[in-house]
């Protein structure tokens, strides 16, 4: 697909779900990859022994993505590791269970805003100290980041927190630019994790969203990889400050 090889890739959030399919993915076009988790160690480890079966370097690291400390801990593990780093793939985040506004607590939102949000800007901010001209950062927003379709209900905090990701990467982009740093943002749709389990697991709700997806299935986790790992590599040096939204369509239906 794109060669990606040499390339040192850290992955927040890369234990499972769609940081896992970008794990792999990155893995699978060349990169060497480090696999940020929060809990899930062992999690994290089945995806590190995945990569290096590839025949690729593989390593976990742990670091809550909305602590400082833990973010400045974590990219020092890395250049202590690689002396070096080509891909951030800004993955980490959380979503809350549909909550009305008048009932969302202080603390539901600063949890979503602080782990979604800021966690992405503090990831970026160390980032950038540390990567040379080439590199790329891709940041996770969504299609509920607001804006045409943005809308849910019951999900201010996330929705919120992932706008403020699109207004992030194009700051970041114009911000990055002479240092010639890429900065990107992929935008998935609906797909099929631990995350979304439970509410597509129901039939007659997956049928409802299905309906409204005109590639009809939701999307995997590979699919995000795929289009980071495109964001990562050479081909795409001319992009930068832009949004790809993943979703089967999902938007333009």
Known sequence: MFDLTGKKALVTGGSRGIGRGIAICLAKQGADVAINYHSKKDEAEVVAAKIKAMGR????????????????????????????????????????????????????WDSIININLKGQFLCAREAVKVMKPGSKIINTASI????????????????????????LTEDLAVDCGSKGINVNAVAPGIIETDM?????????????????????????????????????????DYITGAVIYVDGGWLAA
């Open 144 to 167: 509920a980041s607001g804006g045409v379709g943005g809308g849910f209900g019951g999900l201010a905090s996330y929705v919120a927190s992932k706008g403020g990701v699109v207004g």
């Open 196 to 236: 979304t389990k439970e509410f597509i697991g129901n039939p007659d709700v997956a049928k409802g969203f299905i309906a409204h997806i005109p590639k009809g299935r939701f999307g995997k986790p590979e699919d995000i990889g795929a289009a980071v790992a495109f964001l990562a590599s050479d081909e795409a």
């Open 57 to 108: 370097e593989a390593f976990t690291v742990q670091a809550d993505v909305s602590k400082t400390e833990d973010v400045v801990r974590m990219f020092a593990e890395v250049m202590a590791k690689w002396g070096k780093l080509d891909i951030l793939a800004n993955n980490a985040g959380i979503a809350p269970v549909a909550t009305s506004i008048d009932q969302t607590t202080d603390e539901q």
